[in-house]
């Protein structure tokens, strides 16, 4: 099942649930993904971008080869507006603010990123703005001004304020009390890449 949320001739949007796969992975038992999913449904599909295995929210999935390559190059150019939101530990105090640290695979833990300025390294941008406090709680918003392999989930760790349910940032995390991620893909908008309209998507944060 897909939860389609627009489609048309060239792409569909898809909110991806938490713990599923963007793209199938190695092996029989990984190839449930939504790609798959979206193969089976409209017979061909091809990726744009990926959403990490426990993160929910906006996909994308072009219909044509066409759509790919266009869309790869506005998310290459940064031409694509992401937002996320995220339950936060503790209060993240301050109107606004941007964490700027490089990452870069941490090699003899894959798939876990580490802040690290080495040749290897690459920058990242990650922009956060509280919504509410709940509790010892913050609920935020988070855009991403680059797309780094878990990028959100260390630069909050970074700081000290780890996005609640996460097996690998989050040192209070346990699988018994956190049954996913919090944190979602609220949020896209960018230039239609056929009729050049502009297009906004929102899917309701699930938490």
């Known amino acids: 099942m897909l939860d389609v949320l627009y489609e048309d001739d ?26 798959h999913r979206a193969e089976s449904l409209y017979g061909e599909a091809y990726t744009i971008h990926r959403l990490d295995e426990a993160t929910s929210g906006l996909i994308l999935v072009a219909k044509t080869h066409d759509c790919q390559k266009r869309m790869n190059a506005y998310f290459r150019e940064r031409e ?3 937002e996320y939101r995220a339950l936060l530990r503790g209060r993240l105090l301050g109107e606004k603010g941007q964490v ?5 695979c941490d090699w003899p833990n894959r ?8 040749e290897w390294s690459k920058d990242s941008i990650t922009l956060w703005e509280p ?14 001004f680059t797309g780094r392999s878990h990028q959100l989930r260390v630069h909050m760790q970074s700081i ?10 989050d040192d209070q995390y346990t699988p ?5 991620l919090l944190l979602h893909a609220y949020r896209l908008e960018f230039r239609h890449p056929f009729t050049q309209a502009w297009v906004a998507f929102v899917a309701p944060c699930p938490f």
């Not at 199938?24 to 993904?33: E, M, V």
Request: aromatic share 8%; proline share 8%; net charge positive.
């Open 10 to 35: 060239w792409f569909a949007v898809i909110n991806k649930p938490a713990n599923c796969l963007s793209v199938p992975g190695r092996g029989a038992d990984k190839l449930d993904s939504i790609l």
């Open 111 to 118: 798939p876990r990123q580490i802040v690290c300025t080495d």
């Open 80 to 82: 694509v507006t992401k």
């Open 131 to 144: 919504i509410s406090y709940e509790g010892n709680t913050t609920r935020v918003r988070l855009t991403p």
């Open 176 to 180: 018994e009390n956190h049954p996913r």
């Open 160 to 169: 000290g304020h780890s996005i609640i349910g996460d097996e690998f940032y």
């Open 100 to 104: 700027r640290k490089p990452l870069r």
